[in-house]
């Protein structure tokens, strides 16, 4: 029984798993491993990744059913697929709760609920709770269920300036400079706003949706080629002297100095979003249908992860944080094989019963 659905372009897969399996190590401080993710190697992170492949699946899924049943149907289903999401982060929401208040619990260590923005939810957890229903309160690793709650919903009354993509893709980048340059975004309890907001990462989400459906720009492919590669060079340097060796800053020009700071990744900075499209541009360029490492016995293990990015993603949250009080109280390099190996078992483990279910239930029943 294979448990990877062909007849799909699995790369979209592949680095789904790939992004995935950063996310987890992303929310373990002190992981070695955690060094070498997307977000130490160019200006983006596994967000941006994930974001991007959201828009692009649903583009696959959502604009079929755009052409065979029409726009009514197509909305239709994506805003079930919407409630989905919405369960999905509530219930995450109550299982992540009760996992980080038992680790306070059990260690005597409060700052665990602090860490992750759960003080509010001790001080007042009836009005914390009342706000946790329309997403108004959100603590940390649990930001970015709700960011693609609210695109897929909004998305889903547009779907059909799918076929229309001029007119999408500008009214999407209207959006994204509008709500950069008057800073607007979605309010949470407490005064605060949406770490990630929705009102520019939808631009995203759209480019990933129009991709899908049309393909890559039509681009000199050298030249192209060239520029892409200079960017990640030019991220990779301005990452190197803001964030991995902040000491470095110091030989770095004042009159370049202005153009590095403060890029945000609440907004999706426009060198974010430039950072990813090169890594895009490349990955479809160089990374042709069919490449054989994706087929591999490693690479079918992030196929797979990648094919139930849902469940695999709800389970990533629980794990880290376990792993993050595992590597709290034990740093040596046992302990990170441990949590790591643990870790990407647990989320092909979790993505193998997923697929399991879907095959046994696609055969037909016996008597």
């Known amino acids: 029984m294979t448990l990877v659905r062909a007849g799909r372009d ?6 789904r798993g790939i992004a995935l399996f950063c996310i987890f190590l992303d929310h373990i401080p002190h992981d070695t491993l955690a060094r070498f993710t997307v977000r130490n190697l160019a200006l983006n992170d596994a967000t941006e990744i994930f974001i991007l492949l959201a828009g692009y699946a649903a583009s696959l899924v959502y604009g079929r059913k755009l052409d065979r049943a029409g726009p009514v149907s197509a909305g239709a289903d994506m805003l079930k697929r919407t409630w989905t999401l919405y369960i999905a ?16 619990t059990w260690f005597a260590d409060p700052s665990y609920l602090a860490h ?13 709770m009342i706000d946790a229903v329309p997403m108004l309160y959100q603590p940390s ?18 779907l059909v300036l799918l076929r229309r993509p001029a007119v999408l893709l500008m009214a999407s980048f209207t959006l994204y400079v509008a709500a950069r340059q008057f800073g607007w975004n979605l309010p949470t309890a407490g005064g605060h706003v949406w770490f990630f907001n929705p009102l520019t990462w939808q631009f995203l989400f759209v480019l990933g949706m129009v991709f899908a459906r049309f393909g890559r720009p039509r681009l000199p492919n050298v030249a192209t080629d060239i520029g892409a590669a200079v960017l990640l060079v030019t991220g990779f340097l301005i990452l190197l002297t803001t964030w991995i060796e902040p000491q470095l800053a110091r030989h770095v020009p004042l009159a370049i100095k202005p153009l590095i700071h403060d890029i945000d990744k609440t907004g999706l900075h426009p060198y974010r979003l430039l950072s990813i499209l090169a890594l895009a541009w490349l990955a479809s360029r160089y990374v042709p249908p069919g490449a054989p490492f994706i087929g591999t016995r490693a690479g079918s293990i992030f196929v797979l992860i990648g094919q139930h990015g849902l469940t695999t993603y709800c389970a990533s949250i629980l794990l880290s944080f ?6 709290d109280h034990d740093r040596g390099w046992l302990m990170q094989v441990l949590v790591n190996g643990i870790g990407l078992g647990a989320l092909l483990g979790v993505a193998a019963i997923g697929a399991w279910y879907k095959v046994k239930d696609a055969k037909p029943a016996t008597i």
């Open 141 to 158: 690793f649990l930001n970015v269920l709700p960011l693609y709650v609210v695109i897929m919903g909004g998305m889903a009354p547009l």
């Open 116 to 128: 992750v923005g759960m003080n509010r939810l001790i001080k007042e957890p009836l009005v914390a």
């Open 322 to 327: 376990a792993g993050r009080v595992a590597l």
């Open 89 to 104: 982060h509530i219930f995450i929401f109550v299982i992540f709760t009760g996992e980080v208040a038992a680790f306070a």
């Open 10 to 15: 699995l790369r979209v897969d592949f680095f």
